[in-house]
Each structure stands twice: as C-alpha cells, then as structure tokens.
C-alpha cells in the first residue's frame, strides 16, 4: 500500500494512479498523519461493494429471525434451543452406537 500525504492538494501523478489501475498498489492519503482517504481501483471498488452488499444481505436475514422471536422472552429463547441442543446430541449418540 503506497502512503501518500496530502501537501500537494492530492496531486498524483498518471504512474501511481496506473499502478492503482492494475491493482499494484492502493493509496493512502493522510492530512497531518491522520489517514482521510484511500485511491483504490475499480477493480477493488467492485469488490468492496459486492461484500457489503453481502454482508448487509446477511444481517438482513438476522434481523428477521430477530423480528419473529421478538415477543419471546430471551430466557424462553434459550431455553428452548439449549433443549433443541440436547435432542440433537442424543439422536446423534443414538446413531453411533
């Protein structure tokens, strides 16, 4: 990753930026050391993009298991797994023997 300050109002020259191009390097820029901002290919745009979209696609469907069981008491909740949890182990311990 290139670390690039920003005193020069972010002027970069076209080789850095083609080396973001082809995913060489990423560009990290600071003001008064403090990292504000990163040059990153489209490439690694995309990418980002497609995990957030992902990773808000599977807090979604958290938030609707989370919704249905919203009425329920949290001790009920685990209760009720810990004995879904216990006739599980015992199936499988049936099945071993």
């Known amino acids: 990753m290139?670390?690039?300050p920003?005193?020069?109002g972010a002027r970069?020259?076209?080789k850095i930026l083609n080396k973001v191009f082809r995913e060489e390097t990423r560009i990290v820029v600071e003001k008064s050391g403090i990292p504000i901002?990163?040059?990153i290919s489209a490439e690694d745009l995309k990418r980002l993009d497609r995990l957030e979209k992902e990773r808000s696609d599977?807090?979604?469907v958290l938030d609707e298991i989370k919704?249905?069981?919203r009425d329920i008491p949290g001790a009920?909740?685990?209760n009720e797994a810990d004995q879904a949890l216990t006739r599980v182990r015992q199936t499988i311990g049936a099945r071993e023997k």
């Open 76 to 78: 009920e909740i685990e």
């Open 12 to 14: 970069y020259s076209i």
């Open 58 to 60: 599977r807090f979604r």
């Open 67 to 69: 919704a249905a069981f």
């Open 6 to 8: 920003d005193k020069n």
């Open 37 to 39: 901002a990163a040059i």
């Open 2 to 4: 290139h670390q690039q």
